[in-house]
């Protein structure tokens, strides 16, 4: 239960960090959401790639090839522009659109004016003017003008608003099909062409009702047919060349200021008249792009967050961001496919935002528990256990159970009267560099160190993971406080005078433990008899000058391991039964007949062989002495025994080191062959 609360806990602090970036992104400070969304639609549009047109459009371009072959500086004469129209016209096109603005009277007089107009009422059926909308004031008074063609030149026929609203960016991505002026519905150029070519029959579906609309680009600059200007006033190009296309006519130079970026161009930028001509295909093939739901994304980044906090809460870091960087990439791979196949302009941002920003905030919230949660475990257990218990993040690991374990009790004899010799300092230093180095022989055999009393340290074994030679690792661990005290007891006796030695006292049983306390503070212990005897042994090193002391349940755990002497029955305080204890003396783990011998051995940890001398043997191992390098208590080695006279090798493939101390060890056979073993009993059998 505590579990899945945590879970619901971790999926509602994500949804959380979705909804603020949600919000985030709807209040878009400095525009930065914005304009991420209009170049994540400009990668869209590069990821698909070019696409050719279908519509029949014609782009008549003017630049500096058509000054120079006209001869003409801008603005030509307007009789130029009405023989233009009526070679054109003699061709049938579907719609001409001349996006070029004649709002003011010609340099040439009136009657350039009015040949021009004589010329667009021979084909007003089939032609469209520019007209542009400016708009002047400030926040308190705003006032548009739509700048239409002058009278004289217009007549009859249609013009609209040419003009194209900017993005954040300034790129041009939408077209405006229809503006509110003066309190009427005004069409724009582009629908006034789509009007016209519907007449002519080139259009797929209806007229789209919305005022505005996302252009799908076929591509960059020149991606739809064109011919020069001056080629069509020369006569180059055949009229026959525009039968039943909508021609379009503008300028394509820079010098004439008509140049925008588009998702295709965003650093030369593309003419005004192809983004005429991109819109009109866009109105005449109906795919225009549209916007996903509004609550789509909200909802989709509110859910992605939700799993990225369960995620990285659930997972290490690193699979973790595996994990999250998969859903980017599929978010990301679903809005393309959504682009692609239904002209869908998903909104990209927030949902990756949402992945990577709780993903992140969950990791360095989890690290900064972890870390306050390893510096309070690590007072109890060794570094592999601490991270074992926050790798499982589970509670359940430190409930108070009930269960069998072995418990380790050592103190310092004699150091309570030596410390009052001391200087308080010089106690407190003592103390934390044998503390320090016991508790490492502690954790090194996988004990939990329960508390510090003074000098006396109390350890728990078989918690808070499972560990089957649980009283084996206890008793390790007691050997080897004993080797660990013998310099710090020769520092000390040349510093302080007096001898110092540990005692320790060893139980095995059932007993409760876990966290256990008040609610004010709780404590990771152990409570019962059982550590109520292991205590009570520790005290009795004393009474029969001893290292070790362990109890019958222990001996009954490591007697194939350890030698020990039977130390008969004692009653102890709160138990009405004497209890049997027996004693493990360092350097006596073999209680089987020995047989002083010389000879040498070979042993090997698999990576490096080391060459020493035999000092005894017996059939269940050997001590040897003048080994080069220090063996540690627990390792798992080879043996190679050359013993007697004639010369006779014994191959031992695994042996335990029981105990070591300085160049001299003891190491018990694990593992030998049939052959191996004949000879072993053979050697320790004679007289």
């Known amino acids: 239960m505590r579990s899945l609360t945590a879970s619901w806990r971790v999926l509602l602090a994500g949804s959380l960090a979705g909804l603020a970036v949600v919000v985030l992104a709807a209040v878009n400070p400095l525009r930065f959401f914005e304009v991420a969304e209009l170049k994540a639609l400009d990668a869209q549009f590069t990821v698909r790639g070019p696409r050719p047109p279908v519509s ?107 003009d194209y609203d900017s993005d954040a960016d300034a790129f041009v991505r939408r077209a405006t099909l229809r503006r509110d002026f003066q309190e009427r519905d005004w069409l724009g150029f582009d629908m006034l062409i789509y009007r016209l070519a519907e007449k002519a029959g080139l259009t797929r579906g209806s007229a789209p009702a919305a005022r505005e609309l996302l252009v799908n680009y076929r591509g960059g600059p020149g991606t739809f047919p064109m011919v020069a200007y001056h080629r069509v006033v020369t006569g180059e190009v055949p009229p026959e060349v525009f039968a039943g296309k909508i021609v379009l006519v503008g300028a394509t130079t820079p010098t004439l200021h008509d140049i925008f970026p588009t998702p295709f161009a965003s650093q030369s930028g593309m003419p005004g008249v192809e983004i005429h001509a991109h819109t009109l295909e866009t109105l005449l093939q109906g795919i225009p792009l549209r916007r996903a739901p509004a609550l789509l994304v909200p909802l989709v980044a509110v859910l992605a967050a939700a799993l990225a906090a369960w995620t990285a809460t659930a997972f290490r870091p690193l699979p973790a961001f595996g994990l999250v960087t998969v859903a980017v990439a599929s978010y990301l791979a679903a809005s393309h496919v959504a682009f692609l196949w239904a002209r869908y302009w998903v909104t990209v941002v927030p949902v990756p935002l949402a992945l990577l920003v709780t993903y992140a905030g969950t990791v360095a919230k989890n690290f900064t528990q972890e870390q306050r949660e390893k510096r309070r475990l690590s007072r109890f257990f060794s570094p592999d256990v601490v991270a074992e218990i ?298």
């Open 390 to 687: 926050i790798r499982h993040k589970d509670d359940s690991t430190l409930a108070a159970t009930r269960r069998r374990m072995t418990v380790l009790f050592s103190d310092i004899r004699g150091f309570t009267s030596m410390s009052e010799k001391m200087q308080p300092e010089e106690v407190v230093t003592f103390l934390r560099e044998y503390l320090t180095v016991m508790t490492e022989a502690v954790f090194k055999h996988g004990g939990t160190v329960d508390k510090y009393i003074g000098d006396a340290i109390m350890a728990l074994y078989n918690v808070p993971f499972e560990a089957p030679d649980h009283a084996l690792r206890a008793v390790r661990t007691a050997i080897e406080f004993q080797e660990r005290l013998r310099p710090l007891a020769e520092r000390f006796a040349t510093e302080h005078g007096g001898t110092l030695a540990c005692g320790v006292g060893i139980h095995t049983g059932d007993a409760v433990v876990g966290t256990i306390g008040s609610e004010q503070r709780l404590e990771y212990t152990a409570i019962g008899d059982t550590i109520n005897l292991g205590s009570r042994l520790e005290g009795l090193t004393k009474e029969f000058n001893v290292p070790i002391i362990i109890s019958e349940a222990t001996y009954a755990e490591v007697r194939k391991h350890f030698g020990a002497r039977d130390l008969g029955e004692v009653t102890v305080k709160g138990k009405a039964i004497p209890v049997k204890i027996y004693a493990i003396i360092p350097g006596e783990p073999r209680r089987e007949a020995r047989r002083l011998m010389e000879g040498h051995v070979s042993i090997s940890d698999g990576e490096i062989t080391v060459a020493a001398e035999l000092t005894d043997i017996s059939a269940t191992g050997v001590a040897v002495h003048a080994v080069p390098r220090r063996l540690e208590t627990g390792e798992i080695v080879s043996l190679q025994l050359t013993l007697g006279q004639p010369p006779q090798t014994v191959t031992v493939d695994r042996a335990e080191v029981m105990w070591a101390r300085k160049d001299t060890a003891g190491l018990r056979f694990v593992e030998l062959t049939a052959n191996a073993r004949a000879a072993v009993n053979a050697l320790t059998s004679r007289s």
């Open 56 to 162: 029949p459009i014609v782009v008549v371009t003017i630049d500096e090839d058509d000054f120079d072959g006209l001869n003409l500086a801008w603005p030509w004469p307007r009789a130029v522009h009405a023989k233009f129209l009526d070679i054109v016209g003699r061709g049938k096109p579907a719609a001409v659109g001349m996006d070029i603005l004649f709002t003011e009277p010609s340099l040439h007089g009136p009657a350039d004016d009015v040949a021009l107009g004589a010329a667009v009422d021979r084909i007003r059926d089939r032609i469209v003017l520019a007209a542009a909308l400016t708009t002047v004031g400030d926040a308190s008074f705003v006032k548009q003008a739509l700048n239409p063609p002058i009278p004289e030149i217009r007549g009859k026929a249609a013009f609209g608003s040419a």
